[in-house]
């Protein structure tokens, strides 16, 4: 009986141990997900897109302009679409954070962080379902150490419809009622 209580608490301090171990993992640092400003897009219109980065509790991401030049920054970059003309990313502010492994506080994100570019559509982006595509790429860390760069592609389902259908506002958890500028261009 003594054997059989002894086995079952390894087996417990085991199973709590790869748990731990699971949750450390890097490729887990970091989940990204796409959103729109509407709920359909009008040809020839424009709307706004949102790459919506989910960072592990234990992790933190580099911001896009971190204070050290070796370090590697947050980036999202729209993927070429035909029929649809990007403008420039924004992103959030980094937060200061101080970690063991560096004297100076750095330049870092966690949590929940959204970074937003605008899109217009032309009249030759056909009618029905489509794809925006962004390339994120980043380099997860923990208090401890950092791991190796990821790009990851994010892929945006989107509901093209005549220029003058009507669209309703959508993820307004995510845009809100501002809107940033129109992209230049074609």
Known sequence: M???RALFFVALILAALSTAALAQDP???VTAKGAISVDKVRQGRSFQVAVVLDVGQIF???SNQPKDPN??????????TEGVIYGPVTYPRGEEKKFKFSDDPLSVYSGR???KFPARTTLKLPLG????RAKLSYQACND??????KTIEVAIPVEVVGA???VSPANEDIFGAARTAKPKGK
């Open 2 to 4: 003594k054997l059989a």
């Open 27 to 29: 490729s887990k640092a």
């Open 60 to 62: 933190h991401i580099n």
């Open 71 to 80: 370090l590697i920054p947050t980036k999202v970059e729209p993927v070429k």
């Open 113 to 115: 962080v959204v970074v």
């Open 129 to 132: 379902a489509q794809t925006v």
């Open 144 to 149: 401890q150490a950092c791991f190796p760069p």
């Open 164 to 166: 003058n259908a009507k």
